[in-house]
């Protein structure tokens, strides 16, 4: 009698540790062009309740970073755990899948380790890669108008011959929700959920707003009053490299948008309610799929990543979109909420420890045990997830390639961030930029060269050379030509 009750008591402590080691499912929302502006990381105009509520739940990341500001380059990174530089590949024509096959992506390492994998909406910058690997699969949509003045300015583009059929730059129809993609996508995601809440899944919700164009429905511009928006400072950093802002072409290629000098106060306005419709919009949408995990019970064994692809611009140095180094396109907003039955789980607290976006994939590894993992560019954050105050690394990094003959290299300590741009092939130092960026996500003076600040310099320079030495090899390089 004795040895039966110690083999219950041991398969009791057994059946629980198991229960306890039981491999969480992971969902990510993955966002586009969302910067670092929400109503839990202090905005005074955004309103997110979903999101915050997020937070409230997990872990906020002050200071995480991606590791260059532009939609293909970035979302390859933190679906491989490789930087741009490691993969050759900075510009956004450039499929993962044209230029490395043997790359073990998060989609077909979850796959090979018995779990479901599930895109929908934009994940991939481009559609084509990996697409085979999921096990469920919703395309990303094309943007759409549904005013009927606008649908028929798009009809009139196309007879004409127009080659890039960019409308205006925002719409506000009244339409519900699954008027326009995102709220299509989130009902596939609804949907898929009841199929696969038996199974373990990885799902990537990928939310196209707020980029451009900021077409939502009527309700969310409800939300807010133009004129209470604030028209930010044009003034431009001191003494810049000449390529360290970009000429935001993407804004200038839809219909209502100048080709030439700054915008217009009114339109200004505009665009910075359409970008804020949008972030009410995609916040909804979450909030929906947030509701269906709790109905369908799944909140106990599936975490959360809420994460954007880059930072923005919405005026800020008279520029628009991202496609820099600065602070404010580099750095994102990244919660992660874990599963309401582990154990460690922390709730309600932000960290300021430097995390990067290439460290998701090291993440996941550890926390659903993963085997036959590769080798990664970055690492586990799984200790600061269990310890929001863990002191970690020194440093974040990030790059912008202009062309292929100069690349832009910058780090972060949290409070300072120096750029250099150098030549590709050989490191020669083109130009370099000092900012502080202690309490703001923007800085409008260099203060490279200063003497004042050459100890910040001299030390930012070495932690600058720890990723990008100057005797280092050439960047590699694997673009395809635009027009192959």
Not at 213 to 235: E, G, M, Q, V
Request: aromatic share 10%; glycine share 6%.
């Amino acid at each position: 009698m004795k040895k039966f009750i110690i083999l219950f008591i041991a398969a009791f402590y057994f059946i629980g540790s198991n229960a306890q080691e039981k491999q969480p499912n992971v969902l990510v929302f993955y966002i586009d062009d969302l910067r670092a502006e929400l109503g839990c990381y202090g905005s005074e105009t955004a309103i997110t309740p979903n999101i915050d509520k997020i937070a409230n739940d997990g872990v906020m990341f002050n200071k995480a970073y991606v590791q260059q500001a532009i939609c293909a380059p970035s979302r390859m990174s933190m679906l491989t755990g490789l930087r741009p530089e490691t993969l050759g590949i900075y510009s956004i024509f450039t499929p993962l899948r044209e230029v490395h096959q043997e790359i073990v992506s998060l989609p077909q390492l979850f796959h090979k380790n018995g779990y479901k994998t599930i895109s929908l909406g934009k994940v991939y910058h481009h559609g084509s890669d990996d697409k085979k690997v999921w096990s469920t699969y919703f395309e990303k949509e094309p943007n759409s108008y549904l005013k009927p003045e606008n649908i028929a300015l798009m009809t009139q583009l196309k007879e004409e011959g127009v080659k890039q059929l960019n409308g205006p730059a925002f719409e506000n129809a009244d339409v519900v929700d699954e008027g326009y993609k995102d709220g299509r996508a989130v009902k596939y995601a609804i949907e898929t959920l009841r199929k696969v809440k038996d199974d373990k899944f990885l799902m990537f919700v990928g939310l196209s707003k707020p980029h451009l164009p900021y077409n939502a429905p009527k309700k969310y511009w409800d939300l807010y009053d133009k004129n209470d928006f604030k028209i930010p400072s044009r003034k431009k950093p001191e003494d810049v490299y000449r390529l360290a802002l970009s000429p935001w072409g993407e804004l200038k290629a839809y219909s209502n948008i100048p080709k030439e000098g700054d915008l217009n106060d009114d339109l200004t306005l505009d665009l910075i309610h359409g970008y804020h419709a949008s972030v009410s919009y995609i916040d909804a949408q979450i909030g929906k799929v947030m509701a269906t995990l709790d109905e369908l019970d799944l909140r106990k064994n599936t975490m959360i990543i809420f994460v954007s692809d880059h930072g923005y611009k919405i005026g800020e140095y008279a520029s628009w979109c991202k496609q820099s180094n600065m602070e404010i396109d580099v750095r994102v907003p990244l919660i992660i909420s874990r599963e309401t039955n582990y154990k460690k789980r922390v709730t309600g607290k932000t960290s300021d420890a430097l995390v990067e976006s290439v460290d998701i994939y090291s993440t996941l590894v550890d926390i659903c045990k993963l085997e036959s993992a590769p080798i990664s560019d970055g690492k586990s954050i799984l200790p600061v997830l269990d310890n929001p105050t863990k002191k970690w690394d020194a440093a974040a990094y990030s790059v912008y390639a202009r062309g292929k003959n100069i690349m832009g290299v910058t780090t972060t300590d949290g409070e300072w961030r120096y750029t250099e741009w150098r030549n590709s092939s050989t490191h020669e130092i083109l130009g370099a930029e000092l900012y502080e960026h202690k309490n703001s996500l923007l800085s409008y003076e260099n203060v490279s060269g200063n003497l004042v600040y050459s100890k910040v310099e001299k030390r930012m320079k070495k932690l600058l050379e720890v990723q990008f030495p100057r005797d280092g090899t050439p960047f590699l390089q694997n673009d395809i030509p635009r027009n192959k």
